[in-house]
């Protein structure tokens, strides 16, 4: 009997912030079949953006803030460069067919971050 590796549920994504498209928001990423578990960050970000959201696409085209059952953005605070941020297990499993990053603050240069997701 061959053992499944558990390693095999979980892929990364790789996340462009492409300042000569846009300054806080990141590329399109597809993730329809995956749950997001975290965020890596890259090894430098400007010190304003400590705060991220997450604007979804559930598969219609078109892309909505992630919100809590309240009502209440979702939102990752203190956010810090070279760290991998969680997403709370307190909070609804984010999922949908794309997604996209929003930071709180312009960055002066492109930078790439890694999207942490489990396989539905």
Avoid: W
């Avoid at 809590?68 to 953005?73: L, S, W």
């Amino acid at each position: 009997m061959t053992e499944e590796n558990p390693l095999s549920k979980y892929t990364m994504k790789r996340c462009l912030l492409d300042i000569s498209e846009d300054a806080n928001t990141t590329e399109t990423v597809e993730f329809a079949g995956y749950e997001l578990l975290g965020v890596a960050t890259p090894a430098t970000l400007d010190d304003a953006s400590t705060n991220y959201t997450f604007s979804i696409d559930p598969g219609d085209g078109t892309f909505r803030i992630l919100q809590d059952d309240a009502g209440a953005p979702i939102i990752l605070t203190g956010v810090t460069q070279a760290e991998i941020f969680q997403v709370q297990e307190s909070k609804p499993p984010i999922v949908g067919a794309r997604i996209r990053l929003q930071l709180s603050a312009d960055e002066d240069a492109d930078r790439v971050f890694q999207l942490l997701l489990r396989k539905l």
